[in-house]
């Protein structure tokens, strides 16, 4: 090979294919030779290759698919554009549209709205074993409160695991909580006051803008690109008038558009915040997620001062009934500590002690391997079906980790509609209009890939494809109507919480 | 018996009863004669005694005392006066001070402190057998979130069980929690605003003022009885002015004091609440530790309207480890079922199901019967021990229900700095001044009663008296200051977190 000054072997390669890609002779979709086929063809060792191969991934121009090889990615794949919101901080008002979408979702079976894991994927009888173990030995401890920080044994189990990106936390700084929205709510509860600004990723999580509305609090949404994540230019513009009292963020495969900030975003980001001292409320409980070699370092890796409260949870990793989470709120951890004991007291200790073990056992880095490799395949058959069952015209994200998948319909489609037709046949996903406060993203849906691929579920993604047609078809944007939404108790609609003029 | 028309044997025999005790002829600590020896004397029926002694309990005038029979009453026992804070809200400031004491009493051995009762109580051993053959038929319940509202079987399971108090609640009605506490910020999230009043008893539970404080609640305490609670007329003139947003109240053996209030004084609370358009948020986590034969009607049985948010947990009845409470809300479901969802979302589903099979079970009512023997021993011998061991002039209650000791010492004293002086000796308990937003109370502390009696318990009790007559000697009250409590992290204390302007 070629290769100048300073150039390493892998970056030739590298570059190489990327040119290929480029001119059209690797087409999207197209296998890449493998490893050892290449490692024989180019006369480099294998790590070179597989080197070579971790650069294209990370620039997104090709992609692993399980048991069978590299590919190229699918350049029909086109993303949504970035969000421009208007930066003016709005009272949260999502209440209602929320009640009525829980009540149209409740219970459908081939659901792409649940953002989580289908039970199989979870290792449930290692997890009956460990905890029959447990109680076996300490019966005690379901009569024991276990305190309101957490089990000494998990948080260090916690802290062992955060070496993977850098966390240098020790036991004292985790306080163990009743999953990841626990940890957001003491997060914000410790760090903010009715009638504050927080400033949020446009989309955010739905259930991040409800928490808002019940605790007073106003949201300004920031520029953010689906696939590079909140924008820190936008961020810095918003924060200069020091009226941001927070910021909560996903940097690490957001919910719903499953965005990666780089490294170098996330460095900026720390120290703008820190300057200008406004907590940065992270949101990691995808960062486990990733599709590559490598796991992502959270913000809270770069967190010098204290001043990230870096929120995860084993809900979505290990088991959903268990919730468990936990939060390292940095110098925020006695609000953070004094706000769990108020809230939930204390999180079930036999959960704790299980979930202890089984990190300290080799099961766990076992199982997060099957699910990582479970997620992958199922995005790529999500965007392979997007590709092939939606309208002419649909964006999507394909994020390199987590198993959210962001869906732009053409301009005029409203998702809440497409939804009351989908739930009809069963199928369910969450509309875009939960994702803002401002009420926009009208025609954007999230679809959650958790469900192991099936004929079921690929057929559920066509029949969706073919309503999200129709709907394109009669053109609904002029019908707008809320109109055949009906709450099952009609007197008790949840009144909104928060009044108009905060 | 000589019996006038319209009065029935046993109300005759109670009235005798009383008059010999009015007139000294039996003295306080008396031992009465039994129930058959008392049935062979004045050739009456069992039925007639037994109804005779459970209207002189009422009257407190007797108590029952385990293994032992019937008792005058400790007339040493004189309880603390009516309290008469002025009507006017105030902001909650109690988060340093609940720090503080968090600091000085985590860990202690010999602690009146957590008002909980001993492991020792609970039915571990049958719980740890329930969740293991629940896990083994089920093991797909820990990787499954189970829903916001909670399982269907723990729902059905809670509402046949208030039958005994006429709850006429369906699952339906119910809305599992993570514990009391998370039930008591649901319904408070689902009610009020930010800067919002809220009418509690004076004193009230220190984790409901640092809730308030944390959510920018203004409290407006009102006067109460520490025997018989809170006064409704107080209430009726602080509603008047249309101020308030909420009450919450423990009308059953209230936290601090143990108070109960009449049947009739909740008929008026509940109808006065209702005509003013006032929630009423009701705490009956001790409703189930009575002493005497039947449960006490919790306010929610005189709800007609629904404007009744029930709070409840097995917390203190089954496991606290567990971590499963309920809410009943009335009219406000839906609000408090959208909130529970934001907030942890869902409760253990495993705990859940454990819990449903073991209140199916006979094993429950056994386990109650247990556990009400224990505190109302626990409580008589604290009595004892206050009289014996206390400075002269210390006044105490002494509940008919749950296990709480509220105890007044001469005034000067500052149980705070008892507290300081106590912990050294692996003694705590909690002082009074947590109790109020208005820093009143500063000499009176609570007794929790949940250790099953023994020589160490004893020797704690009599330690303590012994420091409290110290610091009567002292003269305390002139030295203010609070040195001496030094924080594990000095520069991570809690700020205040509602500012002193709301």
Redesign the interface.
């Known amino acids: 090979m070629a290769r100048r000054q300073g150039e390493t072997l892998y970056s030739v390669l590298a570059d190489e294919i990327a040119a290929m890609i480029a001119a059209g002779t690797l087409q999207p979709g197209d296998k890449l030779p493998s490893l050892r086929e290449l490692r024989d063809r180019r006369g480099v060792s294998l790590a070179t290759v597989n080197e070579a191969f971790r650069v294209l991934e990370e620039r997104a121009l090709i992609e692993a698919r399980p048991q069978s090889g590299f590919f190229v990615r699918q350049r029909l794949c086109e993303p949504p554009p970035s969000s421009r919101p208007r930066l003016v901080p709005a009272a949260v008002t999502v ?1 209602r549209r ?2 009525d979408y ?1 009540q149209l979702t409740r219970g459908k079976r081939r659901s792409f709205c ?1 953002a ?1 894991m289908s ?1 199989s ?2 290792p ?2 290692q ?2 074993k460990l ?2 173990d447990t ?2 030995e300490q ?8 305190g309101p920080r957490g089990l000494e044994i998990l948080r260090r189990q916690i802290a062992v695991h955060t070496l993977e990106w850098g966390g240098r936390l020790t036991a004292d700084d985790i306080q163990v909580t ?2 990841g ?2 940890a957001l ?1 003491l997060a914000l ?2 760090v903010t ?3 504050d600004v927080v400033a949020v990723e446009s989309p955010t999580y739905f ?1 991040l803008l ?2 808002f509305e ?3 609090l106003k949201t300004l949404e920031i520029p953010t690109d689906p696939e590079h994540g909140m924008s820190v230019d936008a961020l810095d513009l918003a924060t200069r008038d020091g009226n941001v009292a927070a910021c909560v963020m996903m940097p690490n495969f957001s919910n719903p558009t499953g965005s990666l900030m780089s490294d170098a975003a996330k460095l900026r980001l720390v120290k703008l915040l820190d300057e200008r001292g406004v907590p940065l409320i992270e949101d990691d409980i995808y960062g486990e997620f990733y599709q590559g070699r490598d796991r992502p370092r959270p913000a809270k890796a770069f967190d010098e001062t204290g001043n990230v409260l870096y929120c995860a949870s084993y809900t979505k990793l290990v ?5 468990v989470g936990w939060i390292s709120a940095g ?1 925020y ?3 953070v500590e ?2 769990k ?11 704790q002690a299980t979930l202890a073990r089984f990190l300290e056992s080799g099961a766990y880095e076992q199982h997060l391997r099957k699910l990582r490799k479970l997620c992958s395949e199922q995005l790529c058959r999500v965007s392979d079906g997007l590709a092939r069952y939606f309208p002419e015209g649909t964006r999507w994200t394909r994020p390199r980790g987590g198993y959210l998948c962001w869906v732009e319909l053409p301009n005029g489609v409203d998702t809440m509609r497409l939804l009351e037709d989908a739930v009809q046949e069963d199928i369910s996903f969450a509309p875009g209009s939960l994702f803002s406060a401002r009420r926009a993203y009208r025609n954007y849906l999230r679809l959650c890939c958790g469900e192991p691929w099936s004929p079921q579920v690929d057929g559920a993604l066509r029949r969706l494809g073919e309503l999200a047609k129709r709907h394109v078809d009669r053109g609904e944007s002029s019908r707008r109507s809320d109109a055949g939404l009906v709450l099952p ?1 009609p ?5 909104i ?3 108009q003029t905060i």
């Open positions: 209440n929320l009640w829980l649940y989580v039970p994927c979870f449930n009888r997890l009956q905890m029959n109680l076996r019966p005690g401890m379901l009569s024991d409160y276990g009743a999953g929205i626990e709510n509860r410790a006051q009715p009638g259930g409800q928490l019940s605790m007073g088991a959903p009934g268990m919730r110098r951890s006695s609000q004094i706000i004991y108020i809230n939930t007291f204390s999180t079930p200790a036999i959960m108790h007197g008790q609609a949840p009144r919480i928060v009044p």
